[in-house]
């Protein structure tokens, strides 16, 4: 029988995630910052509205991509060997005739918004059709490489991920370097160089898998009752997946209608600095994810709600830790970071970290949802909350309204969003206890957040304007109080325990390596 990861194994593949999160996040700093100043703010913001309309298509592999974790790591927890190989190949075959659904999509319905709605310049189409069919064809090879990511999450093997990551920033170091050196169209090169990094990595990504995992060796499956579930978790996913696209890329096709490429360097900017730090939450949650889906596999609700509530309060420390300087000092850090930063790349920075951090509170409340196979309820109410912010957005900048519409919106709807996904994990799994999840985990974390902004604030409104000298009380101060409020107000007692005795355990270590 499988055994529930301990959280010995849950805290190495954290540590080996954020090994991997911290070379991205310096190595994707440094070279947007380069991109940016090579390419120009127009080029700049092609390349990204262009990677938004291939990735509205991406919803329909976000779909397949849930199931396939989701039922991968099922069986795992079931440790029934057999039905894992079959599973993986019906996902892969799933995700095969997707590629080729969605391909077709891009060169009909892809090429009409290119080039009948999206605001590019004239002397700049061609490179802009040129970078989508390289991002199409990268789009391709990102679908039939989900199910081997998912056998490497489902196996808990992290440390691949960060292992791979060392190659991939030495790559975009590279590519740098070549652009500047490229007598080529720059935008046009970017995209080559782009292509050939990722092409390298998934192909190295699918020779480990297949040397390491049994099941990931492919074979024809005729199984219906293999690929029928997969098929109908993914239809009822597809609905959510397709919110999110309408979300992000949806909303980013609307912002470049009304303000041109310009406001997407922006949007592409502040998302380079929110993925990076969300990173470090999504770690922690990617790697305690399975563990959740096998602890339903067994039947252990409890050990289930146990790690839920853990990834939510150390999901909200670690971005509540990192966000806060953010909150106050995003333009100075965005001004230190590009040399001309596109307008409102530090609103839409603070705006996007404040929403990162609501979503990483609640996520385990969806990952439990997809434990237990039954997505309906959430997939149709939540994506129907999602959906509409794009008319929202659309109605509103009509009217003359600023560009952190959408934003301000999703932070409205995620109220309705989230007391959705606490209906769906009470009607799905009867024997988990709502209350004591949000005793556990809302209640303190607001608490915390309050008394972090409120202190870090007084400092913050001391100085008359923006200086290095503000920037590093902000940080001091917010660091300390973040701290403080999480140890004693968000940790219960033995989580306050295990710090005390981890600290207690380095601090042994090194008196005796120093005398």
């Known amino acids: 029988m499988a055994e529930i990861s301990s959280n010995r194994t849950i805290a190495k593949n954290t540590l080996m995630l954020y090994m991997r999160m911290a070379l991205t996040m310096a190595v994707s700093l440094y070279t947007s ?70 391909l077709i999509l891009l060169e009909t319905v892809g090429l009409w918004l290119l080039d009948k709605k999206l605001v590019i310049p004239d002397d700049r189409m061609h490179a802009a059709k040129v970078v989508y069919q390289l991002s199409a064809f990268a789009t391709l090879l990102s679908i039939t490489q989900v199910p081997y990511s998912a056998s490497i999450i489902s196996h808990e093997k992290m440390g691949t991920f960060a292992y791979m990551s060392l190659l991939e920033v030495t790559l975009k170091l590279l590519i740098c370097y070549l652009i500047k050196i ?22 190295i990504y699918r020779v480990y898998c297949i040397r390491h995992f049994e099941e990931c060796h492919f074979h024809i499956v005729k ?19 397709f919110s999110s696209m309408a979300r992000d890329q949806g909303v980013s096709v609307v912002l470049n209608m009304f303000f041109g490429p310009a406001i997407n ?31 339903y596999a067994m039947g252990n609700i409890r050990k289930m709600e146990e790690l839920m509530i853990t990834a939510s309060k150390y999901s909200y420390s670690l971005l ?14 965005i001004d230190l970071w590009l040399e001309n930063p596109p307008e409102y790349s530090a609103i839409f920075c603070s705006l996007g970290l404040g929403f990162g951090l609501l979503v990483a509170i609640f996520l385990p409340l969806v990952y439990a949802i997809h434990a237990s196979g039954d997505i309906r309820f959430m997939s149709v109410v939540n994506g129907s909350i999602w959906v509409s912010v794009v008319p929202i957005t659309y109605v509103f900048l ?97 989580m306050r325990a295990a710090v005390i005795e981890k600290a207690k355990d380095i601090w042994s270590k090194i008196r005796k390596k120093n005398g």
């Open 320 to 333: 509540m830790l990192l966000s806060l300087p953010f909150f106050f000092e995003s333009q100075f850090v």
């Open 182 to 203: 490229s007598p080529m169209d720059k935008l046009i090169t970017y995209g080559i160089l782009v292509l050939c990094v990722r092409t390298l990595v998934r192909m």
């Open 33 to 102: 910052r380069v991109i940016l100043s090579v390419l120009g703010v127009v080029d700049d913001g092609i390349y990204n509205i262009v990677g938004g309309a291939v990735g509205m298509f991406m919803f329909l592999n976000g779909a397949l991509s849930g199931a396939t974790s989701r039922f991968l790591t099922y069986e795992l927890g079931k440790d029934n060997k057999e039905r894992l190989k079959q599973t993986f190949s019906a996902a892969l075959m799933v995700h095969i005739i997707l590629a080729i659904v969605i």
């Open 398 to 494: 009509w009217l003359g309204w600023s560009p952190i519409v959408p934003y301000v919106a999703k932070y409205f709807l995620l109220l309705f969003v989230v007391i959705s996904n606490l209906h769906s994990v009470k009607k799905n799994i009867p024997e988990f206890d709502r209350g004591m999840f949000l005793k556990n985990t809302i209640l303190p974390d607001l608490a915390s957040a309050a008394i972090s902004i409120a202190l870090t604030a007084l400092v913050y409104y001391q100085f008359d304007g923006s200086s290095w000298w503000r920037f590093l009380s902000v940080c001091t101060v917010s660091t300390i109080s973040v701290c403080a409020t999480v140890f004693f107000i968000v940790f219960d007692k033995p």
């Open 223 to 241: 199984d219906w009752n293999l690929i029928k579930p997969i098929l109908s978790f993914s239809s009822w996913d597809l609905m959510g997946n």
């Open 265 to 295: 360097s922006a949007a592409g900017k502040a998302g380079v600095i929110c993925t990076a730090v969300n990173g470090f939450s999504q770690n922690f949650l990617t790697a305690i994810k399975p563990p959740i889906v096998k602890s």
